[in-house]
């Protein structure tokens, strides 16, 4: 058989592949968004049979054959073709599937599943102690994974690789260590500052129907194709793409608060406007899929902060807002602007302004860093929480549940994932900037409602290339620099200290 034919069938096998996967996509949506509660037990055995069958089909030892022949061939010599970047993406899946035991993977979901009541439970109480014993096992769990897996430099690199590929520990150190240094600084020059907001306006009256309208309005001038997708209510926002032509979104309506659904939704579609750009005739590959989770939180992050927190965004959108809510009429748009900019140091992560959320990630990324590496005993880890959010923030959380115990990540057993979210921030910025290089007067687009622009040069540079580079090939290739934190620090200085009077 020609390497060609081996690839045909190995392409084959991966679009079916993916036709499955797309069906758990949609129970996953179904269950978040429309299942009632008493449909959870079949949904759960629904998804048990479907991911044993996935996972199957993935660690095949006809798949094992098909990769070991590829990677040799012609068609992989080039990384970065189609077949090539296919080919070496498929390997990659392939290896991390196939080195962990079924005993282990086994484990690590029974774990996982009763660490989450746990630390439900736990959190309820403000009871560490509660939660202790499960991130024992869970981190014995990820030690255990990524011994299995394997990793140069150190342990934290496989877990990390899962979620930013081709990213270590130690550069996500270096990445941070300019916004480590300059943050806390900067949030002190701005909370003493005099000038301060009046977020009261945005604390006013907005009532549920008035937000969906405005919102699908807005969401839709972004890009956001309402033929190829939805926007429906949940608790958790979240965004999925089923398939090609099928990419949803969710959001959360408080009709004493702007924000949540505002921009949460323009988050939610920065996430789906990527899905949607992913092309077609690449489905159920790599080169179709997103490629990494810093990448894909950089879109969210940039539409939602760096174009709708934007003052020229709300040139355009304010006279229109004013339209749906009584609330927001005879405010101005500087009084708005620095409203819906708002920057206080507080204890809870996702509720986090722009600047002070990267010392929530920091904090994370450095504890889960020091536990790998045996320096940090899980017995210490509410002190040392406690500890170092006092020197990032200047205060200390009241209690572990606005603490060590607020986010949901570690019971899952996500250990690796934290700094992604900050890579998104910092990517978001350095390719922001690119835009702005290529594209001329972003400010004067948005402030005639013109987002086409952004949207294609996001398509042309990012969406369309699936996982055809890794993220940091991908970022160096647009902006012509390796990706840093200076980047996000001037847009932050630039920005802010005019707004608080803080320059
Ligand atoms: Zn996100």
Redesign the pocket.
Known sequence: MSSQETYQKMLAHAQETATFGSMGAVLGWDQQVMMPPKGIQHRANQFAALSGFLHDRATSPQVGEWLAELSESDLAKDPHSVEGANIREWKRSYDRATKLPKELVVEFARVTSLADHDWQQARAESNYALFKPSLQKILSLVREVADYIGYEGERYNALLDEYEPGMTAKEVEQLFAPLRERTPALVQKIVNSPKQPDTSILHRHFPREAQERFVKMVVEMLGFDFEAGRLDPTTHPF?SRIAPGDTRITTRYYEDFFNPAFFGSV??V??GLYEMGLLEEHFGTPMGESVSLGI??SQ??MWENFVARSRSFWEFFLPKAQDHFDALKGVSLDDFVFAANEVCPSTIRVEADEITYNLHIMLRFELELAMLRGDLEVDDLPDAWNEKFAHYMGFAPPNDAEGVLQDVHWSSGLIGYFPTYSL?NLYAAQLFEAARRDLGDLDEQFRRGEFKPLLGWLRENIHQHGSRYTPKELAERITGKPVSAEPLLNYFERKFLPLYSAG
Request: charged residues 30%; negative net charge; without cysteine.
């Open positions: 965004a988050h939610e920065g996430h894909h939180e969210s992050r998104g």
